[in-house]
């Protein structure tokens, strides 16, 4: 079984940071990509980035690349997504995706609240 279980979220002023991380555990060697999501409330899920493990090529959504950033850690098999600049249309729930064997998988989301 692939599981996904993300982490840091929580309460953050406009303007500043937070970094999301995504934990895999399971049959993860098929792995074709990984990506994040979000849905804000209300909503329907918004596609954030995503990347393949082979090539490091990584995708954005345009509104978010020039503060948003995909990255991975092989060793601690986790996948992370760094938010800078935060706004208040940020506010979201945040999604962890893996694609194997032509399966999706979803973790259980991590809650992002940005204030004034």
């Known amino acids: 079984q692939v599981q996904l279980v993300e982490s840091g979220g929580g309460l953050v002023q406009a303007g500043g940071s937070l970094r999301c991380s995504c934990a895999t555990s399971g049959l993860t060697f098929r792995t074709n990509t990984m990506g994040w999501f979000r849905q804000a409330p209300g909503s329907g899920r918004e596609f954030v980035a995503t990347?393949?493990?082979?090539?490091?090529?990584?995708y954005y959504e345009e509104s978010m690349k020039s503060r948003f950033t995909i990255s991975r850690d092989n060793a601690k098999n986790t996948v992370y997504l760094q938010m800078n600049s935060l706004k208040l249309e940020d506010t979201a729930v945040y999604y962890c995706?893996?694609?194997?064997?032509?399966?999706?998988?979803w973790g259980q989301g991590t809650q992002v609240t940005v204030s004034s």
């Open positions: 990347f393949k493990f082979s090539g490091g090529v990584t």
């Open positions: 995706n893996l694609v194997s064997c032509g399966t999706d998988y």
